[in-house]
């Protein structure tokens, strides 16, 4: 059974930091890369970041400088470091798995930004 879960969300005061990890089940072969969306209410689903099994990342502009995505590829799992959160960072954030058997979601975790 497919299965993504995604835990490190939370309440963090701004300039805080938090941690995200989705990890993969074994039954997701041959990862092709592993992605970091996000969702804040009325607005759409944007990409926060990609890591490919070559280990190539890329960000979206506002996250740069402040958000790190890195994965452990032994144990199907992506991270995203996020440090000096905003506010505006206040948002569901999903992770999704590429993969040569298809592409997969995680069921979000919620990260709020406020004093």
């Known amino acids: 059974q497919v299965q993504l879960v995604e835990s490190g969300g939370g309440l963090v005061q701004p300039g805080g930091s938090l941690r995200l990890s989705c990890a993969a089940s074994?039954?997701?072969?041959?990862?092709?890369?592993m992605d970091w969306y996000r969702q804040a209410p009325g607005k759409q689903r944007e990409l926060v970041a990609s890591i490919n099994n070559f280990g190539i990342t890329n960000y979206a502009d506002s996250m740069k400088g402040r958000f790190t995505i890195s994965s452990d590829n032994a144990k199907n799992t992506v991270y995203l470091q996020m440090n000096s959160l905003k506010p505006e960072d206040t948002a569901v954030y999903y992770c999704y798995v590429r993969s040569l058997n298809g592409a997969y979601w995680g069921q979000g975790t919620q990260v709020t930004v406020s004093s």
């Open positions: 074994a039954s997701i072969f041959s990862i092709l890369g």
